[in-house]
């Protein structure tokens, strides 16, 4: 079945790096688009980034755009988010989710999500 | 930025309501709007895509519409399992914003 399992989530001092990743499975992982969306504790969703299926296309939400970087290594079928000087306001549940299509382009939708991992920025 | 916003932002129905949550962006988005589903501890769920069209696996009871800049999700009959945290979200351009949320509790 199709599947999405995040790691690399924990505690981190604010100003450090983490780098986060999403394992695919039970799909042509190189046929989609990728997305990661956060959710701070006891908060609504937050969009945060999207990569196209070839690793070209990439778009940032404003508040991480310059911090955080998007990737994917099709061959091992994962996407990652490295995300660099953090913040207390970076704290929240992290979801990868998968793209209906494989650019980045009007009218997608996300589906399936992971369950998520958590990441806590504190001192 | 495209800016979603939902009403009400929390509503209390019994089971076996009619309820309908709206979703207005600030720019026409044609029909690309989405609905999610959120239990508390679980990953969003997909429930409607483009606006009307229902995701697999999800029951008739759902239904989405609108254009523009104005959507609706309605259940048409609520099920023990219907309360919930419903979303929508924008992907006509990014950032693919997501609306504030509307919690669904049981009166």
């Known amino acids: 079945q199709v599947q999405l399992v995040e790691s690399g989530g924990g505690v981190v001092r604010p100003g450090r790096s983490l780098r986060l990743s999403c394992a695919a499975s039970?799909?042509?992982?190189?046929?989609?688009?990728m997305n990661w969306v956060r959710q701070a504790p006891g908060k609504g969703l937050e969009w945060v980034a999207v990569?196209?299926?070839?690793?070209?296309?990439?778009n940032y939400a404003n508040s991480v755009r310059g911090r955080f970087t998007i990737s994917r290594d099709n061959s091992k079928n994962t996407l990652y988010l490295q995300m660099n000087s953090l913040t207390a306001e970076d704290t929240a549940v992290y979801y990868c989710?998968?793209?209906?299509?494989?650019?980045?382009?009007?009218?997608?939708?996300?589906?399936?999500w992971g369950q998520g991992t958590l990441v806590t920025v504190s001192s | 930025d495209i800016q979603m916003t939902q009403s009400p932002s929390s509503l209390s129905a019994s089971v076996g309501d009619r309820v309908t949550i709206t979703c207005r962006a600030s720019q026409s988005i044609t029909t690309y709007v989405n609905w999610y589903q959120q239990k508390p501890g679980e990953a969003p769920k997909l429930l409607i895509y483009?606006?009307?069209r229902l995701q697999s696996g999800v029951p008739s009871r759902f239904r989405g519409s609108g254009s523009g800049t104005d959507f609706s999700l309605t259940i048409s009959s609520l099920q023990p399992e219907d309360f919930a945290t419903y979303y929508c979200?924008?992907?006509?351009?990014?950032?693919?914003?997501f609306g504030p949320g509307t919690r669904l509790d049981i009166k």
């Open positions: 979200q924008q992907t006509y351009t990014t950032p693919r914003t």
């Open positions: 990569l196209s299926s070839d690793g070209t296309i990439k």
């Open positions: 039970g799909f042509t992982f190189n046929n989609f688009a």
């Open positions: 989710a998968r793209d209906a299509y494989k650019m980045v382009i009007g009218g997608g939708w996300l589906d399936p």
């Open positions: 483009v606006a009307s």
